[in-house]
């Protein structure tokens, strides 16, 4: 057995010796080979790496951007507060004829006395529609000797409208919800404490405290 085995370790040994070379060169190209694909596959992990890192960060940047975008959005919603600006409509078209005054005492022919008149007068021929000047709901229709008839309009933000020495024949109804430029009544010669003015509106507006103030500050710009 063993002397058949050196002749064959011989052999395998001249072997060598005869393609030294080429087993060299095969050692030295599949040694290029492999660092050639150490390489490939180390670049290929590393671009994947970057795109991983790039297909992250974009995301990471676009949820950060939407997180400062929402609260704008938010502060968007909390500007329009509701609470829309009161603009009346003009209650009659005519020639103003009396207007606000609590400082000033203005002489009263009819009743013949100095007093303040805390409204506002148009005057316009009788049966001229008067208007409501916000929305709001009818409170009162009364009629008095001195003030005629009378109608009461309660509006939003404790605001009070009077309408003074209308005609008895009234549009509307206690409880009766109206809205801006509603015909109420009509101009008509009802009460007796301002007949030096002749058939005119007399219109008071009350606030939430219960003084009187002046309705034009209520106008549009255009209106006063
Ligand atoms: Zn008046």
């Not at 303040?116 to 229709?141: L, N, P, Q, R």
């Not at 001195?146 to 008895?168: A, F, N």
């Not at 010669?189 to 219960?210: D, I, M, Q, V, W």
């Amino acid at each position: 057995m063993e002397k058949t085995k050196k002749p064959k370790n011989a052999k395998f040994a001249a072997f060598i010796k005869k393609n030294l070379y080429l087993i060299l060169m095969i050692v030295c190209v599949i040694a290029i080979a492999t660092m050639v694909a150490v390489t490939y596959a180390t670049k290929q992990h590393s671009t994947d790496s970057t795109v991983d890192a790039n297909a992250n960060l974009p995301t990471d940047e676009s949820s950060g951007k939407n997180e400062p975008s929402e609260p704008t959005e938010p502060t968007g919603p909390s500007e329009p507060v509701e609470s829309a600006e009161i603009v009346f409509c003009l209650p009659a078209k005519g020639e103003i004829v009396g207007v606000f005054s609590n400082d000033t005492l203005v002489y009263n022919a009819t009743l013949n006395q100095w007093s303040t008149h805390e409204a506002y007068d148009v005057a316009a021929e009788v049966g001229t529609d008067v208007k409501c000047v916000y929305d709001g709901t009818v409170k009162s229709i009364t009629t008095s000797v001195l003030r005629g008839t009378e109608v009461v309009v309660e509006h939003k933000d404790g605001l009070t409208s009077v309408y003074s020495l209308l005609d008895s024949d009234v549009g509307v109804t206690v409880d009766q919800k109206v809205k801006k430029g509603d015909t109420l009544g009509k101009i008509a010669e009802s009460g007796t404490f301002e007949r030096h003015k002749g058939p005119h509106l007399h219109l008071e507006l009350y606030n939430a405290a219960g003084d009187k103030i002046d309705p034009v500050q209520y106008f549009e710009s255009s209106d006063k």
